[in-house]
Protein backbone atom coordinates (compact mmCIF):
# COMPACT_ATOMS: atom_id res chain seq x y z
CA UNK A 1 0.00 0.00 0.00
CA UNK A 2 2.71 1.81 0.53
CA UNK A 3 3.88 2.48 -2.70
CA UNK A 4 0.73 4.34 -3.81
CA UNK A 5 0.89 7.18 -0.81
CA UNK A 6 2.99 10.06 -1.61
CA UNK A 7 4.89 10.11 1.30
CA UNK A 8 3.93 14.39 1.41
CA UNK A 9 0.68 12.83 2.28
CA UNK A 10 1.91 11.78 5.98
CA UNK A 11 3.74 15.04 6.28
CA UNK A 12 0.31 16.57 6.25
CA UNK A 13 -1.13 14.78 7.91
CA UNK A 14 0.99 15.15 10.86
CA UNK A 15 1.23 19.00 10.95
CA UNK A 16 -2.76 18.59 10.47
CA UNK A 17 -2.52 16.49 13.85
CA UNK A 18 -0.12 19.02 15.36
CA UNK A 19 -2.39 21.90 14.90
CA UNK A 20 -5.73 20.94 14.47
CA UNK A 21 -6.34 23.26 11.66
CA UNK A 22 -5.63 23.18 8.11
CA UNK A 23 -4.85 26.49 7.08
CA UNK A 24 -2.09 26.59 9.80
CA UNK A 25 -0.91 23.50 9.14
CA UNK A 26 -0.49 25.22 5.53
CA UNK A 27 1.56 28.24 6.64
CA UNK A 28 4.10 25.57 8.12
CA UNK A 29 4.28 23.58 5.11
CA UNK A 30 3.86 26.90 2.17
CA UNK A 31 1.34 25.11 0.87
CA UNK A 32 -2.54 26.39 0.78
CA UNK A 33 -5.24 25.36 2.83
CA UNK A 34 -6.84 24.01 -0.19
CA UNK A 35 -3.72 21.84 -0.79
CA UNK A 36 -3.66 20.17 2.83
CA UNK A 37 -7.40 19.40 2.23
CA UNK A 38 -7.04 17.17 -1.35
CA UNK A 39 -3.83 15.53 0.77
CA UNK A 40 -5.99 14.45 3.55
CA UNK A 41 -8.77 13.71 1.55
CA UNK A 42 -6.87 11.33 -0.57
CA UNK A 43 -4.78 9.89 1.83
CA UNK A 44 -8.33 9.12 3.53
CA UNK A 45 -9.14 7.34 0.04
CA UNK A 46 -5.89 5.44 0.08
CA UNK A 47 -6.24 4.12 3.36
CA UNK A 48 -10.34 3.67 3.10
CA UNK A 49 -10.69 5.24 6.37
CA UNK A 50 -11.94 8.81 7.96
CA UNK A 51 -8.88 10.24 9.90
CA UNK A 52 -10.98 13.27 10.78
CA UNK A 53 -13.93 13.88 12.25
CA UNK A 54 -15.12 18.14 10.78
CA UNK A 55 -17.91 20.05 12.92
CA UNK A 56 -17.73 23.46 11.00
CA UNK A 57 -14.21 25.02 11.48
CA UNK A 58 -13.27 22.15 14.38
CA UNK A 59 -10.75 18.69 13.53
CA UNK A 60 -11.43 16.10 15.94
CA UNK A 61 -9.28 12.91 15.19
CA UNK A 62 -10.96 9.41 14.69
CA UNK A 63 -10.18 6.54 16.30
CA UNK A 64 -7.93 5.34 12.81
CA UNK A 65 -6.79 8.69 12.48
CA UNK A 66 -5.40 8.99 16.27
CA UNK A 67 -3.56 5.38 16.27
CA UNK A 68 -2.16 6.63 12.50
CA UNK A 69 -1.19 9.48 14.07
CA UNK A 70 0.67 8.09 16.95
CA UNK A 71 2.55 5.99 14.68
CA UNK A 72 3.42 8.83 11.63
CA UNK A 73 4.45 11.04 14.50
CA UNK A 74 7.25 8.33 15.80
CA UNK A 75 8.29 7.66 12.69
CA UNK A 76 8.95 11.32 11.61
CA UNK A 77 10.66 11.34 14.80
CA UNK A 78 13.02 8.25 14.26
CA UNK A 79 13.78 9.59 10.52
CA UNK A 80 14.65 13.19 12.00
CA UNK A 81 17.39 11.79 14.67
CA UNK A 82 18.71 9.33 11.88
CA UNK A 83 19.44 12.20 9.65
CA UNK A 84 21.05 13.94 12.65
CA UNK A 85 24.92 13.12 11.71
CA UNK A 86 24.19 14.45 8.35
CA UNK A 87 23.38 17.83 9.55
CA UNK A 88 26.45 20.65 8.69
CA UNK A 89 27.64 22.69 11.37
CA UNK A 90 25.87 20.18 14.36
CA UNK A 91 27.73 18.07 17.04
CA UNK A 92 29.53 15.31 16.06
CA UNK A 93 27.81 11.65 16.66
CA UNK A 94 29.31 9.28 16.49
CA UNK A 95 29.05 5.50 18.35
CA UNK A 96 30.17 3.16 20.65
CA UNK A 97 28.73 -0.58 21.18
CA UNK A 98 29.17 -2.55 24.50
CA UNK A 99 27.61 -5.29 26.36
CA UNK A 100 24.69 -4.74 28.97
CA UNK A 101 27.10 -5.52 31.44
CA UNK A 102 29.91 -3.24 30.54
CA UNK A 103 27.41 -0.24 29.64
CA UNK A 104 26.15 -0.33 32.85
CA UNK A 105 28.56 -1.22 35.28
CA UNK A 106 31.22 0.43 33.42
CA UNK A 107 31.04 2.74 30.26
CA UNK A 108 27.79 4.42 31.06
CA UNK A 109 30.28 7.00 34.01
CA UNK A 110 33.06 7.47 31.29
CA UNK A 111 30.51 8.62 28.57
CA UNK A 112 29.03 11.01 31.28
CA UNK A 113 32.80 12.76 31.63
CA UNK A 114 33.20 12.81 28.43
CA UNK A 115 30.03 14.25 27.27
CA UNK A 116 30.85 16.93 30.03
CA UNK A 117 35.02 17.43 28.37
CA UNK A 118 33.02 17.48 24.92
CA UNK A 119 30.24 19.48 24.38
CA UNK A 120 30.51 19.58 20.61
CA UNK A 121 30.27 16.05 20.47
CA UNK A 122 27.31 13.33 20.89
CA UNK A 123 27.91 10.19 21.48
CA UNK A 124 25.01 6.71 20.95
CA UNK A 125 25.61 3.55 22.78
CA UNK A 126 24.25 0.71 21.65
CA UNK A 127 23.93 -1.98 24.42
CA UNK A 128 23.41 -5.55 23.19
CA UNK A 129 24.81 -8.75 23.60
CA UNK A 130 24.63 -10.31 20.37
CA UNK A 131 28.33 -10.90 19.34
CA UNK A 132 27.13 -9.52 15.70
CA UNK A 133 25.81 -6.20 16.98
CA UNK A 134 28.69 -5.83 19.26
CA UNK A 135 31.44 -5.88 15.86
CA UNK A 136 29.05 -4.32 13.33
CA UNK A 137 31.75 -2.34 11.08
CA UNK A 138 28.18 0.52 11.36
CA UNK A 139 30.00 1.15 14.73
CA UNK A 140 32.41 3.86 15.35
CA UNK A 141 34.37 2.28 18.31
CA UNK A 142 33.34 -0.68 20.33
CA UNK A 143 34.07 -2.85 23.49
CA UNK A 144 34.45 -6.63 22.62
CA UNK A 145 34.97 -9.73 25.34
CA UNK A 146 38.07 -10.91 23.51
CA UNK A 147 41.39 -12.49 23.43
CA UNK A 148 42.77 -9.23 21.85
CA UNK A 149 42.39 -10.41 17.85
CA UNK A 150 39.30 -9.53 16.09
CA UNK A 151 39.65 -9.70 11.87
CA UNK A 152 38.10 -6.15 11.73
CA UNK A 153 39.17 -4.51 14.79
CA UNK A 154 41.96 -3.40 15.93
CA UNK A 155 41.83 -3.86 19.69
CA UNK A 156 43.76 -2.52 22.84
CA UNK A 157 43.10 -4.26 26.47
CA UNK A 158 40.75 -1.68 28.72
CA UNK A 159 40.31 -4.63 31.67
CA UNK A 160 42.01 -7.58 32.14
CA UNK A 161 39.00 -10.29 33.41
CA UNK A 162 39.68 -11.46 36.95
CA UNK A 163 36.93 -13.23 39.05
CA UNK A 164 36.43 -13.19 42.57
CA UNK A 165 33.53 -13.89 44.93
CA UNK A 166 31.82 -10.46 46.07
CA UNK A 167 29.37 -9.45 49.07
CA UNK A 168 28.31 -5.94 50.33
CA UNK A 169 29.52 -5.35 53.90
CA UNK A 170 26.13 -5.41 55.09
CA UNK A 171 25.38 -9.18 53.84
CA UNK A 172 28.94 -10.39 55.84
CA UNK A 173 27.89 -8.33 58.62
CA UNK A 174 24.42 -9.78 58.63
CA UNK A 175 25.89 -13.48 58.59
CA UNK A 176 28.65 -12.24 60.61
CA UNK A 177 31.44 -13.52 58.17
CA UNK A 178 35.02 -12.63 57.95
CA UNK A 179 35.27 -11.75 54.13
CA UNK A 180 39.37 -12.68 54.39
CA UNK A 181 39.01 -15.92 55.93
CA UNK A 182 36.09 -17.57 53.81
CA UNK A 183 37.55 -20.39 52.05
CA UNK A 184 35.63 -21.84 48.97
CA UNK A 185 33.80 -24.42 50.46
CA UNK A 186 32.63 -21.81 52.74
CA UNK A 187 31.38 -19.44 50.10
CA UNK A 188 29.99 -22.22 47.92
CA UNK A 189 27.50 -22.61 51.31
CA UNK A 190 26.64 -18.94 51.04
CA UNK A 191 23.28 -17.19 49.18
CA UNK A 192 24.66 -17.29 45.54
CA UNK A 193 23.93 -15.10 43.20
CA UNK A 194 24.43 -16.54 39.02
CA UNK A 195 23.50 -14.94 36.04
CA UNK A 196 23.19 -16.53 32.61
CA UNK A 197 25.92 -17.14 29.88
CA UNK A 198 25.00 -15.43 26.89
CA UNK A 199 28.45 -16.16 25.61
CA UNK A 200 29.96 -19.82 25.35
CA UNK A 201 33.24 -18.14 26.56
CA UNK A 202 31.86 -16.53 29.37
CA UNK A 203 32.35 -17.89 33.08
CA UNK A 204 29.61 -18.28 36.09
CA UNK A 205 29.76 -19.47 39.35
CA UNK A 206 29.67 -23.26 38.63
CA UNK A 207 32.73 -22.78 36.37
CA UNK A 208 33.94 -20.51 38.59
CA UNK A 209 34.15 -23.38 41.42
CA UNK A 210 35.18 -25.81 38.88
CA UNK A 211 38.33 -23.89 37.71
CA UNK A 212 40.10 -23.82 41.52
CA UNK A 213 42.90 -25.55 42.44
CA UNK A 214 40.57 -27.68 45.16
CA UNK A 215 37.09 -26.93 44.12
CA UNK A 216 34.51 -27.42 46.52
CA UNK A 217 32.69 -30.92 47.37
CA UNK A 218 29.57 -29.32 47.35
CA UNK A 219 27.04 -29.40 44.76
CA UNK A 220 26.67 -25.19 43.86
CA UNK A 221 23.55 -24.65 43.60
CA UNK A 222 22.85 -20.72 43.40
CA UNK A 223 19.91 -19.05 45.22
CA UNK A 224 19.21 -16.64 42.74
CA UNK A 225 19.73 -16.31 38.75
CA UNK A 226 19.37 -13.35 36.30
CA UNK A 227 19.39 -13.00 33.01
CA UNK A 228 22.10 -10.67 32.79
CA UNK A 229 24.99 -10.09 35.08
CA UNK A 230 24.33 -6.10 35.38
CA UNK A 231 21.05 -7.63 37.34
CA UNK A 232 23.01 -10.03 39.61
CA UNK A 233 25.76 -7.53 40.59
CA UNK A 234 22.95 -5.53 41.28
CA UNK A 235 21.26 -7.87 44.11
CA UNK A 236 24.65 -8.31 45.37
CA UNK A 237 24.74 -4.57 45.84
CA UNK A 238 21.40 -4.53 47.79
CA UNK A 239 22.59 -7.15 50.10
CA UNK A 240 20.96 -10.52 48.72
CA UNK A 241 24.01 -12.77 48.67
CA UNK A 242 26.94 -13.30 46.86
CA UNK A 243 27.89 -13.25 43.01
CA UNK A 244 30.98 -13.56 41.00
CA UNK A 245 32.77 -10.16 40.15
CA UNK A 246 34.77 -8.77 37.60
CA UNK A 247 37.65 -6.89 39.13
CA UNK A 248 38.26 -4.72 36.27
CA UNK A 249 34.25 -4.05 36.00
CA UNK A 250 33.78 -3.29 39.05
CA UNK A 251 36.49 -1.22 40.81
CA UNK A 252 34.58 1.51 42.02
CA UNK A 253 32.50 -0.42 43.64
CA UNK A 254 35.30 -2.29 45.09
CA UNK A 255 37.09 1.03 45.49
CA UNK A 256 34.88 2.75 47.64
CA UNK A 257 33.63 -0.75 49.43
CA UNK A 258 30.39 -1.27 48.31
CA UNK A 259 31.34 -4.74 47.44
CA UNK A 260 34.23 -6.81 49.18
CA UNK A 261 36.11 -9.43 47.82
CA UNK A 262 36.07 -12.74 49.63
CA UNK A 263 38.44 -15.05 50.31
CA UNK A 264 41.91 -15.13 48.68
CA UNK A 265 40.60 -17.30 45.23
CA UNK A 266 40.94 -14.99 41.95
CA UNK A 267 40.49 -16.66 38.09
CA UNK A 268 42.25 -14.84 35.35
CA UNK A 269 40.26 -15.91 32.51
CA UNK A 270 42.93 -15.16 29.50
CA UNK A 271 39.95 -12.66 28.43
CA UNK A 272 39.20 -9.36 29.12
CA UNK A 273 37.91 -6.40 27.59
CA UNK A 274 39.13 -4.64 24.50
CA UNK A 275 38.42 -1.30 23.17
CA UNK A 276 38.06 -1.75 19.52
CA UNK A 277 38.76 0.77 16.15
CA UNK A 278 38.35 -0.05 12.57
CA UNK A 279 40.91 -1.64 10.46
CA UNK A 280 39.70 -0.75 7.84
CA UNK A 281 38.52 2.92 8.12
CA UNK A 282 40.20 6.22 9.97
CA UNK A 283 38.62 7.41 12.97
CA UNK A 284 36.94 10.64 12.98
CA UNK A 285 38.02 13.74 15.31
CA UNK A 286 35.36 12.71 17.56
CA UNK A 287 35.95 8.72 17.83
CA UNK A 288 39.48 9.63 18.10
CA UNK A 289 39.05 11.78 21.43
CA UNK A 290 36.64 9.34 22.80
CA UNK A 291 39.01 6.46 22.41
CA UNK A 292 41.95 8.02 24.07
CA UNK A 293 39.35 8.95 26.77
CA UNK A 294 38.08 5.90 27.66
CA UNK A 295 42.16 4.18 27.12
CA UNK A 296 42.67 7.06 29.70
CA UNK A 297 40.16 5.87 32.15
Known sequence: MLERIPLEAFRVFDAACRFMNFSR????????????????QGLEEQLGAK????????LSLTPQGDRLAQRVRATLDYLDESLEPFRGGGREMISIAASGSVSHLWLAKRLKDFDN?????SVRLLTTDAPSELASEANDLVILYSTGEHPRWNL?????????????????????????????????????????????????????????????????????????YSLAVDAALRGEGVTLGSRGLLADELATGALVELGTEGLETGYGYY???PRYRSLTPGAARLHQHLLGS
Open 25 to 40: AGRELHITQAAVSRRI
Open 117 to 121: ESPGI
Open 51 to 58: LFTRRGRN
Open 275 to 277: LGM
Open 156 to 228: TLLIREVLVPVASPAYLERRGLDADALTPDAIAMLDLIDYERFNAHWISLRQWFARLPQPPKTRISPRLSFST
